[in-house]
């Protein structure tokens, strides 16, 4: 009877029973991730990182500083939150090639580090001189094909569970960093791509606007040389870059940078707010074009202005509050008020709040490079977690560049770790065929067709020149 028992047991649990062994051959885990090493390839960020990165390359060194930053990069692109998590790759020479081992690793970061400025300017350019390409590449799919580039900038709470080097409480009453970053806006069809990481210990000011001219800088140096000056690159922030500096930094750069800032509801606007007659209002819209229920918008002018560049224009949303929500002190009439600055001349002031308000993919990016290497700073100095920052931002290109490059459909859009479960994690088998070895994918991993139509996508790609 208790045999019995046991059997029933068995054929109706719910997963089958194998047996593991660990002798298999010829096996390759990630083996999607020659989506990445093949997008490096096409992009030449490979050749251009080892060209800037030869000065710190030693006499008789066998691994190649380039190759060593990018395998890093790689590994958090795949999911990894550290730098022995190069081991991922080391495990798989025939698709990553030779990788170097973890203290060859961490000498390289501290190698970099202590070279401070100079190796991270060799990198941008390097990282600049790719993203070029890239963009040419991609064509119409890249974000600069309607000849405008949008930049958000926005502020990270990194999170430090020891006590590292300028690691400072936060303004959320937690402990840690507060990189500023920028992302190109890809819009609705696709994800972003990051252009600026300065860091800054955690108690930096959200509205410091020489932070906010640094980080634009190193935005713009990212950017084709044409889209460095003038309104056909759009710099966009919450009301942290809202300030007088900024803005006026903004208006004097070249024949002047379009910018959309967030403001803070100061006493002032409230009372011009309040004075705005009821036929100056006007009804927001959605993106597909429909009206938004309940939500409207006007244009501030006046004294309100004062001191402010010329040429900005001051525009105000009013919306009822969602049930439950508290009003702040600053909210007028029962209704949720939200302010924001742009110099865009002779655009319907609906149309330009509606591109204020997508200021919110910001937020998708961040999560974004949270998910990947940003969660936390695992290093202990600044000036090695400066050079961490470069890496996780080369690995979120990387995210970026490939969907742009290779990928159709609803599936470009998919973040880091949908790409990583359904494309990266994909298992293979290299077969020898002749002189040949081959790559197989997994045949019934449902996404493996996604994967060969997008490495053949790639293939058709010219090689850099």
């Known amino acids: 009877m208790e045999r019995s028992t046991s059997q029933v047991k068995k054929r109706i649990g719910s997963y089958p029973r194998v047996r593991i062994e660990g002798g298999g051959r010829a096996v390759v885990s990630q083996a999607g ?96 001189e790719a993203r070029h390409r890239v963009w040419r590449l991609a064509g119409r799919e890249a974000p600069d094909a309607d000849g405008t580039v949008t930049v958000d900038l926005d502020g990270v709470l990194v999170i430090a569970h020891s006590d590292k080097e300028d690691a400072a409480p936060t303004w959320k009453r937690t402990y840690g960093h507060h990189p500023l970053m920028g992302f190109v806006d890809h819009g609705s069809g696709g994800t972003g791509e990051p252009v600026a990481a300065l860091l800054r210990p955690g108690n930096a000011g959200s509205n410091t606007a020489a932070d906010h001219i640094t980080a634009t800088q190193l935005a713009l140096a990212q950017l084709p040389e044409k889209y460095r000056r003038g309104r056909r690159t759009l710099i966009r922030t919450d009301s942290a870059g809202g300030t007088h500096d900024f803005v006026a930094w903004l208006a004097r750069r070249g024949r002047w940078l379009s910018y959309s800032v967030g403001m803070v509801i100061t006493e002032q606007v409230h009372q011009h707010v309040l004075k705005v007659p009821a036929s100056a209002w006007t009804a927001a819209v959605e993106a597909n074009g429909e009206i938004r229920d309940g939500a409207w918008v006007a244009e501030l002018t006046g004294d309100v202005l004062d001191g402010w560049p010329e040429g900005m ?55 974004a490079a949270r998910a990947t290497g940003l969660r936390n700073l695992p290093l202990h100095r600044t000036a090695q977690n400066r050079i961490w920052l470069e890496i996780v931002q080369l690995a979120l290109d990387l995210l970026a560049w490939m969907p742009m490059l290779a990928l159709a459909g609803e599936i470009r859009r998919w973040e880091p770790r949908r790409l990583r479960l359904r494309l990266f994690s994909t298992a293979g088998q290299f077969v020898t065929t002749g002189r040949r070895r081959i790559l197989r994918l997994a045949r019934h991993w449902p996404w493996t067709g996604h994967i060969t139509a997008a490495l053949d996508r790639l293939t058709q790609l010219p090689d850099p020149g």
């Open 33 to 128: 991730g020659v989506l990445l090493v093949e997008t490096v390839r096409k992009a030449g960020l490979d050749t251009a990182i080892s060209a800037a990165l030869a000065p710190w390359r030693k006499a008789r060194a066998v691994h190649d500083p380039g190759k060593i930053v990018l395998d890093v990069a790689l590994a958090v692109a795949l999911g990894g939150d550290c730098l022995a998590d190069v081991a991922m790759l080391r495990a798989e020479p025939a698709v990553f090639g030779p990788v170097a081992s973890d203290p060859t690793v961490s000498r390289l970061i501290d190698t970099l580090a202590a070279a401070g400025p100079k190796a991270l300017t060799a990198v941008r350019a390097a990282w600049a």
């Open 313 to 367: 224009r001051l525009i105000v949303r009013k919306e009822r509050p969602h049930p439950g929500a508290q009003l702040r002190l600053t909210d007028a009439d029962g209704m949720r008020l939200t302010c924001f600055a742009t110099n865009t001349p002779g655009r319907p002031i609906a149309e330009l709040e509606l591109r204020h308000r997508l200021r919110a993919r910001a937020e998708d990016r961040i999560r």
